[in-house]
Each structure stands twice: as C-alpha cells, then as structure tokens.
C-alpha cells in the first residue's frame, strides 16, 4: 500500500515563493505527479517526476528524491489565480504488473495581497 | 476534444434509491478511472478501466457499488441503494501512457447528494 503526507494548509503572500512538500511511503514507486484543484473544479495536471531532480515549467517546479521518498511542488511569483488545492500523487507498480495511483489528501494554498 | 464528459453534473436523490453517473472518455484514451472525493478522505480511486476491461477494483466501497465499461467511449458508476454517506462529488478521469507519462484528464464531477 502507500502512504502520502502533505501539509493540509499552507499561506503565502502574492509575489513571493511558496514551497509544498509530500512525502511518501511505496513498495514499487513508478512516478510521481502534482495536480491543482480550484475550488469546485476538477483537478489538473501540473508535473510529473520519475527520475530524481527538478523539473521546471514556468513558475513551477517539482523536485523528487526517490531515496528519500520525498518531492515538493515550488511555486514562484505567487498570482492570486494560484490559490488551490496541490494534490501529490504517487504510481506505483502492483503485483501483476499493472500500475495504480494514489493521491494524498491535497495541500490548500491561499495566496493574500 | 470535448474532454473527459460527465452526466449529471449534480444529482440530488433518497436514500434507497439506485443512482447512475456517466462517463464520456477523451477519445483515443485507454485508461478510465473513477475517483470519490470527500473533505475528509480526499481523492480515492474506486476502479479503473484498461481497454474497457476492469484492472483494479479494491478501493469500490462495497457491493452496493458496481462500475462498467461497454465500450471505449462510455462508462457507468453505480449505487444501488444508496446511502447518505455515498454524498461526495465523483470524478471520472481518462489518459493514455506514452513514455511513461500518463497525465490524467478529468472531467468536471458529479456532485452526489444522498438525503
């Protein structure tokens, strides 16, 4: 099974950088993926992490260490538009072969002036 | 594309009543999942579907929920009888693998009420 810890509220102010973490306990780690959710919305895909390393895409950036079992989700010059839920999620491969994803509980952001 | 179809969009029932949500996945895609969402337990996959055959069942509450896929643009999720506690929005998702990325692209939910 997996177990996905992140923090459940989180607030920054608008222009600065914000760091979201996501720890994670898996028997067969395939990926790792961070999702934004607004409020009433359905959830979209923002990154995707196999290797160690960060990967960067505009103001966001997600970094994995598969050692330690461990990303996080940097975003920088904060807009208000970016007040959400992040979503950690994990693939991990079962037995048989066929692979499962497990979200974590989601981390809300509020950005303020 | 449309994107990930889902019908109703809100459905509002009694309890003991059989409740059926609809799923259109992104043509193309092979994978379906279907994901409850609760403010208390988050996002938790249900089923998933791999070329309409279903792969992984475990986290279906009980027997009162049953889930098909007749073909590879059309998906059910059903609730029969439902109880208050089933109330959560239900998200279905759809993807494709290519090297090894398989971003899911979900549709917009439907918002379950149980009364």
């Known amino acids: 099974g997996q177990n996905i810890d992140q923090p459940t509220e989180m607030t920054a102010t608008e222009g600065a950088i914000v760091q979201i973490n996501c720890t994670y306990q898996?028997?067969?780690?395939?990926?790792l993926f961070w999702y934004q959710q607004h409020a009433g919305e359905a959830p979209t895909f923002l990154s995707y992490n196999v290797l160690d390393g960060l990967e960067e895409k505009g103001r966001f950036s997600s970094f994995l260490s598969r050692s330690k079992g461990y990303s996080y989700l940097l975003l920088k010059e904060l807009q208000m538009k970016d007040s959400a839920s992040y979503l950690c999620a994990v693939r991990d491969i079962l037995s048989g072969g066929y692979q499962k994803v497990t979200f974590g509980i989601g981390t809300k952001l509020q950005v303020i002036p | 594309d449309a994107g990930v179809i889902q019908s109703p969009r809100h459905e509002v029932t009694e309890m003991g009543q059989e409740v059926t949500l609809r799923c259109k996945p992104i043509s193309g895609h092979d994978y379906l999942f279907w994901y409850r969402q609760t403010m208390m337990r988050g996002l938790e996959l249900l089923i998933y579907?791999?070329?309409?055959?279903?792969?992984?069942d475990s986290g279906m509450p009980e027997d009162r929920f049953s889930a098909k896929m007749p073909n590879a643009s059309f998906s059910t999720l059903k609730i029969q009888p439902s109880e208050p506690r089933d109330s959560a929005v239900y998200f279905c998702?759809?993807?494709?693998?290519?090297?090894?990325?398989?971003?899911?692209?979900f549709g917009p939910g439907t918002r379950l009420t149980v009364l």
């Open positions: 898996t028997s067969g780690f395939n990926g």
């Open positions: 579907f791999n070329n309409n055959v279903p792969i992984d």
């Open positions: 998702a759809s993807s494709y693998e290519r090297g090894g990325l398989d971003e899911q692209f």
